[in-house]
């Protein structure tokens, strides 16, 4: 049997040389289904191959087996060889075996009637082997450029490896620090969300219009989870999420479109409910929205088993009506769950589902293989002499370690006790369950990353103050949720023979990820036992926190005199974090998630609206206004806040012109930029705008702009930002998209909180 399948796999290649010269008849008329490419060639080599296919052939393109060697939802009970075996299979997830992909792929191509290649996918979410701070973290650099390259060394080292599609960017705008997945994604703003999800798709996809999908050295992108997933109630992972279509427009889908505005090729379903529609079965979400109102071409994956879980939502009857709601929703591939499969020929020949529907499905995976190159040379992606030139090579190693030092949030710094330089010949007295720790570093989601290479902060602090007169001692006190009297005293014991205190401490790295939801976000109690014995000391204390999300540090803002949020750092988190408490990098983070002071503030976002009743925050106790009776409504630290070892100004904030046109219009807001202090330093000016009123209620402020600038001891710069009339569109009570007319405030601000260097202007009725 195999002498003849294998000719006829090659012969494929033949004949799709031959009928690509004259358009077949779907082509010319391909119904909902258009090109992501729009390139004629390759969609005429595409519906030559759905000419050959059969049904089951056809729906079998739409069905992703997970291999399990790497597991991110329940295991599915089903063999997928079979289905392998007869080409049946579109993708296969979680293979991370070089020898082991080439084997499957053989099969494909060489066994099976069409020999039509596989896709491989995995979660490469920040890094694959050289592991990247978490998104989160990575996001507070407001460094797109450097986001976008760390994107594109995850992707060169997966694509050597086999691996050509990536289930990232995670694009969900997160406001609840509850949820564990607030660490895939860049935070609470839809504005700097936006930018972020465009910077991730270039570096994974290579380039904005596909183009670059052929280079083994890119990986297919992947939107995700559309949509709102980050809304989800009480912060608890796969919970309804009950929103307006205001906020859903305004607040949630923008980093969604961006995405799509940047290129991405795929899109994944959410868990979650929206009004009572789970994503994976809403087709006004992805069929109306997604490929009617913003043109989608690529094609849409449902989560891990998303399709199977209709049922217990409660709007399936079972399996094969949960498949029926999800490819006739708009889901082209199912994700593990083998309904397509199992179901999707019975509900064709019985009516329920059109064949065109099944077309236009099959349609869009087969192009993203053609423009992959997977047709041309099924084995392209795997190279392990270009993977073993590619994978954590110094110049990977340099960026992976400025990304951490660019994500490390100084939050506070009281009488300047950091930086400590190698001259200053303090001993300081190491401390902390996560000092001399290397397994947590890399967080979850951290790919191939090999946990034991990961540099720990004793490691990195001991060969940065090396030959210098700087002694460090340690001790580590504590286990990240156990302590005994023995180990605080032995902490204690080298904190009396030392001038300062380090302490890294913060959450073990399964604490945040899918399913990893908690109600206390305070350090453990173990470490906030240690962290009392140290102050009790009255040696001053410098606290690490990683994290995959913001914490309470309200007892530790209070009490200690400096914090460093460094997240959860990667590979090189030892080293980077040296860097900054070295003063060898000045600290440039600025946070994406406002970090409450208690739980009970949660959600807490800067963009919030006003109340017919608001605080006036000079005097929050005043009655019958929108407060609490036992703490502020601000947030301990807010969006955009971060603090570094120089001071900045800014001033002198002009417009060159008091208003515009409501349509192709804008203004040009200058400001002066000063660096007054003595070391040099990276500043992000950011932009905000207030609507004063609106169709529908405006926020109090929206971020509109930023920029990165590096400031010289002393230096001043001027700063420019362009406000565009559609930058201040939004959807209002017409639920149409516009700029409404009327007044305007505007600031030049160094965070979310600060009023300074206000302005104001018009936009004119057109």
């Given at each position: 049997m195999k002498t003849i399948l294998i000719p006829i796999a090659y012969l494929l290649t033949a004949f799709l040389l031959i009928s690509c010269g004259q358009p077949s008849r779907d082509t010319q008329k391909p119904g909902k289904w258009q090109s992501y490419s729009g390139d004629k060639h390759i969609a005429q080599r595409v519906d030559s191959v759905l000419k050959l296919m059969t049904l089951e052939e056809k729906i079998g393109q739409m069905t992703q087996f997970s291999a399990n060697w790497s597991i991110t939802g329940p295991v599915m009970s089903d063999d997928f060889q079979p289905y392998l075996e007869k080409g049946l299979i579109g993708s296969i997830f979680n293979a991370t075996s070089v020898e082991g992909i080439r084997r499957m792929q053989q099969i494909a191509v060489d066994s099976t009637r069409l020999g039509i290649p596989i896709l491989f996918g995995q979660d490469v979410i920040h890094g694959y082997k050289t592991i990247f701070p978490i998104p989160l973290g990575e996001a507070c650099s407001w460094d797109?450029?450097?986001?976008?390259r760390t994107a594109e060394i995850a992707a060169l080292e997966?694509?050597?490896?086999?691996?050509?599609?990536?289930?990232?960017?995670?694009?969900?705008?997160?406001?609840?620090?509850?949820?564990?997945?607030v660490m895939e994604g860049a935070g609470e703003d839809p504005y700097l969300g936006s930018k972020v999800a465009q910077a991730r798709v270039t570096g994974f996809q290579g380039s904005g219009d596909g183009s670059r999908l052929d280079e083994p050295t890119t990986l297919l992108a992947t939107g995700k989870h559309l949509a709102a997933y980050g809304a989800a109630e009480s912060g608890r992972d796969y919970n309804p999420a009950e929103l307006s279509e205001h906020t859903l427009r305004n607040v949630y889908l923008p980093p969604y479109r961006a995405a799509l505005e940047a290129g991405v090729g795929t899109f994944m379903a959410s868990f979650n409910e929206i009004n009572g529609i789970p994503a994976t079965a809403d087709r006004w979400l992805l069929t109306d929205i997604l490929r009617e109102e913003w043109g989608f071409k690529g094609f849409v994956v449902s989560d891990y088993t998303g399709i199977n879980e209709l049922v217990p939502h409660s709007v399936a009857r079972d399996e094969q009506h949960a498949a029926e709601l999800a490819i006739n929703a708009g889901v082209d591939m199912d994700m593990t769950g083998a309904t397509y499969i199992k179901y999707l020929v019975k509900s064709v020949?019985?009516?329920?589902?059109?064949?065109?529907?099944?077309?236009?499905?099959?349609?869009?995976?087969?192009?993203?293989?053609?423009?992959?190159?997977?047709?041309?040379?099924?084995?392209?992606?795997?190279?392990?002499?270009?993977?073993?030139?590619?994978?954590?090579?110094?110049?990977?190693?340099?960026?992976?370690r400025k990304a951490v030092a660019a994500s490390v949030v100084l939050l506070k710094n009281d009488n300047q006790i950091l930086p400590i330089t190698k001259e200053s010949g303090k001993t300081i007295a190491l401390i902390g369950p996560l000092m001399n720790d290397s397994i947590n570093l890399n967080g979850e989601w951290a790919g191939l990353g090999n946990r034991n290479k990961s540099v720990p902060i004793l490691k990195g602090l001991t060969e940065k103050y090396e030959g210098s007169d700087v002694k460090l001692l340690y001790a580590a006190g504590s286990t990240i949720t156990e302590t005994t009297q023995g180990k605080i005293a032995e902490a204690v014991s080298a904190t009396r023979r030392a001038d300062l205190i380090i302490a890294a401490m913060g959450e073990d790295f399964n604490w945040s990820g899918e399913a990893a939801v908690r109600t206390d976000i305070r350090l453990p109690e173990s470490q906030r036992e240690l962290l009392k014995a140290l102050k009790e000391t009255g040696k001053p204390i410098v606290l690490i926190t990683l994290s995959g999300r913001p914490l309470d540090l309200s007892w530790e803002d209070e009490n200690l005199d400096a914090i460093l949020q460094a997240w959860f750092p990667g590979t090189q988190g030892g080293h980077g974090i040296a860097d900054v408490i070295a003063g060898d990098y000045n600290p440039s983070a600025r946070l994406v998630m406002s970090?409450?002071?208690?739980?009970?503030?949660i959600p807490i976002y800067y963009n919030q609206k006003y109340t017919g009743r608001p605080v006036?925050?000079?005097?929050?106790?005043?009655?019958?206004?929108?407060?609490?009776?036992?703490?502020?409504?601000?947030?301990?630290?807010?969006?955009?806040?971060?603090?570094?070892?120089?001071?900045?100004d800014i001033s002198d904030v002009k417009l060159d012109k008091s208003s515009m046109k409501a349509t192709n219009d804008k203004i040009i807001v200058t400001a002066m930029l000063q660096n007054r202090g003595n070391m040099d330093g990276d500043m992000v000016a950011q932009l905000y705008i207030r609507d004063l009123v609106g169709s529908v209620t405006r926020p109090i402020k929206e971020l509109k702009g930023f920029q990165k600038i590096n400031l010289k001891a002393g230096e001043s710069k001027q700063v420019s930002f362009?406000?565009?009339?559609?930058?201040?569109?939004?959807?209002?009570?017409?639920?149409?998209k516009k700029t409404e007319p009327g007044n305007f405030k505007l600031w030049v601000a160094q965070n979310s909180a600060d009023n300074t260097n206000e302005t104001d202007f018009r936009v004119e009725q057109q």
């Open positions: 797109l450029a450097l986001m976008q997966a694509a050597s490896d086999g691996i050509n599609w990536t289930f990232a960017p995670m694009v969900d705008i997160s406001r609840d620090a509850r949820w564990g997945r020949e019985e009516g329920r589902v059109s064949e065109k529907t099944i077309d236009n499905a099959a349609r869009r995976i087969l192009e993203m293989k053609f423009l992959l190159g997977l047709f041309d040379d099924p084995y392209r992606y795997l190279n392990e002499e270009r993977a073993r030139q590619n994978t954590m090579t110094p110049e990977f190693m340099e960026t992976a970090f409450p002071r208690n739980v009970g503030q006036d925050l000079s005097n929050e106790k005043i009655d019958y206004k929108s407060s609490y009776l036992d703490a502020s409504i601000t947030p301990l630290y807010p969006f955009g806040y971060g603090l570094s070892y120089t001071t900045y362009e406000i565009l009339s559609e930058d201040l569109a939004f959807y209002g009570i017409d639920m149409k």
